[in-house]
């Protein structure tokens, strides 16, 4: 299917890329289903481009490439729309904010974004313990480990 996007022109969406969000994200309530759109073969990065909306494309990097050691703790109950079964790809994102100075990159570790690519279902959990923070600066040189 093709798209029309404010931010990438006409894009080519394979039926694989389509994620369905049965809980829509917070802050956008009518937005259920999106694009995962990837950013380079080798970047860590990708887009969710929502098919209905043009001009909303939300930032997402693969935790385990850009926060080693992170591992949220989520309910059950909190995943149960994933539908997951044990031969299914669970793959956790995390949202990202590229301010005009990239070197200033912040990540959302307080409300991941679960993928089941399998079935092409997603959810974002907002974690109820408070261990990670809202704002994790991408590149600080002098922070400390980021993750407990």
């Known amino acids: ?3 029309e996007t404010s931010g990438f022109g006409s894009l080519d969406i394979q039926p694989d890329q389509v994620i369905r969000f049965p809980e829509s994200l917070p802050g956008f309530p009518e937005q259920l289903k999106f694009a995962l759109v990837s950013t380079g073969e080798r970047s860590p990065f ?5 098919l209905g909306d043009p001009s ?8 385990s490439a850009l926060v080693p050691g992170y591992k949220p703790s989520v309910l059950p109950e909190e995943i149960e729309p994933l539908r997951i079964e044990e031969q299914d790809r669970v793959e ?13 990159s912040t990540v959302n570790l307080q409300a991941p974004v679960l993928i089941n690519r399998t079935k092409r279902v997603g959810k974002q959990v907002v974690l ?14 002098n922070k400390k480990a980021a993750c407990r």
């Open 128 to 141: 109820q313990n408070d261990s990670y923070p809202l704002r994790y600066r991408l590149f600080d040189d």
């Open 92 to 104: 956790i994102f995390i949202v990202t904010v590229v301010p005009e100075n990239p070197r200033e």
């Open 1 to 3: 299917m093709k798209i």
């Open 56 to 63: 909303l494309a939300i930032t997402i990097g693969e935790a």
């Open 46 to 50: 990708k887009f969710l481009q929502s």
